[in-house]
């Protein structure tokens, strides 16, 4: 029996739906679950030329109700390196279109935005919306040439691209703010430190330099996260115990054998948070650390020096975290054991206030306060620092200089003021 052939209007119509399929199966494996309306990130190639604009789309739904949404002109995402500064890019509408639109229950809308990428991006690229709670996507720019075009860098785009024409009958807009609800606050920006399950813990540097010798210091340090629940906004105290480490080196390089002058180890173990979702008009984010810890120098006799804190650190951040802001970070402890050196008090007290102004792509200036309970006793631990990207495009981590000033630089010193310290080097975080 041979087959009816439908009808001319009915195979254009299935031709187009194959034709859309795909379309429509990249927005949905996209699509946020949320509970009423979902804005997403698409992803967008996994490799991307990064001598080209970077373009993305955001779509947004709304599943249950009618909704208006204020359609923005720009898009501001942060991206992250692998082992590199915070980069703030700011998007602009491919087209112009309408600035609210309205979106039945079941409608989506989509728009792109694009902006040229800075040379000093390289690698695997993190891509994090700031202020709309999307997930965020990861890309790997390839710089080399490809076929068939010219070596030469694609010029930087004008800030602000030219306006489109006004006819946007065919362009796909994209809403993010709600205009009739209020949406919730997006997550603070990560820090890099806290990127992965295992990263960093306090700085890691090597610096060079001295006063009354020529000497170098180092510090190692890293965090792993013991166990990591369903939930990844949990709060709970077994789903963020974390172990740290931490081994801090006076390196003599006067002498001829060029000895360790102390090398002191902090293994610890507590609770962290790196966002409690804690905000206001003031306070942009806080952070939460409390725990155990232990330092000691390895040595006997007498000297050997040892102790053991108890300790509690909320680090603040007031103003925007990837522009220009301040980091204030008072570590509180207590003594649980200090046998070896009982008046330890004296010198260091009971608090190390970290200070710290920057923008996460450029300058940093930081300090590490102490006040003894005697006398004039205590320290400066002060350092500036500069993302070595900016300086050589395709490096990571930070130039750096450090001052040091007082009691207690290692803790075989603790009651015995050196002369100052003036000493410059490289930083794999700060």
Not at 12 to 22: E, F, T
Not at 253 to 265: A, G, H, Q, V
Not at 284 to 299: D, I, K, V, W, Y
Not at 347 to 361: K, N, Q, V
């Amino acid at each position: 029996m041979s087959r009816i052939a439908p009808p001319p209007r009915r195979r254009r119509l299935a031709l187009a739906g194959r034709a859309l399929a795909p379309i429509y199966l990249s927005l949905m494996l996209a699509w946020p679950l949320a509970g009423h309306a979902g804005v997403a990130l698409l992803q967008p190639p996994r490799v991307i030329d990064g001598n080209k604009p970077l373009t993305l789309t955001l779509v947004v739904s709304a599943d249950d109700a009618t909704r208006r949404y204020r359609i923005p002109d720009t898009l501001e995402v942060t991206a992250s390196g692998d082992l590199q500064a915070p980069v703030r890019l700011v998007l602009w509408r491919e087209v112009s279109g309408p600035a609210v639109v309205n979106l039945r229950r079941g409608e989506h809308r989509a728009i792109r935005y694009t902006v040229a990428l800075p040379p000093a991006l390289r690698g695997q690229v993190r891509l994090d919306a700031t202020g709309i709670d999307a997930a965020p996507v990861t890309v790997t720019l390839n710089r080399l040439p490809q076929p068939g075009e010219s070596t030469t860098a694609t010029p930087p785009v004008a800030a602000k691209p030219p306006a489109p024409p006004a006819d946007t009958t065919d362009a796909a807009p994209v809403p993010v703010t709600p205009v009739t609800t209020a949406s919730a606050a997006a997550p603070a920006p990560a820090d890099l430190r806290d990127s992965a399950r295992l990263s960093f813990h306090d700085p890691m540097y090597l610096m060079v330099g001295g006063h009354g010798g020529a000497n170098a210091k180092f510090q190692l340090s890293f965090k792993y996260r013991i166990f990591e629940g369903e939930d990844p906004a949990s709060k709970s105290l077994f789903d963020n115990l974390y172990v740290g480490y931490t081994q801090f080196s006076i390196w003599d390089l006067s002498e001829k054998s060029k000895p360790f002058r102390d090398t002191n180890y902090k293994p610890s173990l507590f609770y962290y948070l790196s966002d409690t979702g804690v905000r206001n008009s003031v306070i942009s984010r806080l952070s939460l650390a409390t725990g155990f810890e232990h330092e000691s120098n390895g040595r006997d006799g007498d000297e050997s020096r040892s102790i053991n804190t108890v300790f509690v650190k909320p680090t603040f951040y007031f103003g925007d975290q990837n522009d220009w802001h301040w980091r204030v970070a008072p570590k509180v402890y207590a003594y649980v054991e200090k046998s070896e050196n009982p008046d330890i008090a004296y010198y260091r007290g009971y608090m190390d206030l970290g200070i710290a102004y920057g923008r996460p792509d450029s300058w940093e200036f930081s300090a590490t306060l102490r006040k003894g309970t005697r006398k004039w006793y205590g320290s400066v631990d002060a350092q500036v620092s500069y993302p070595m990207a900016r300086l050589l495009p395709g490096t990571a981590g930070y130039l750096v200089a450090g001052y040091f000033v007082g009691y207690g630089e290692s803790l075989l010193d603790y009651n015995h003021k050196l002369p100052w310290q003036f000493r410059i080097g490289y930083a794999l975080s700060r």
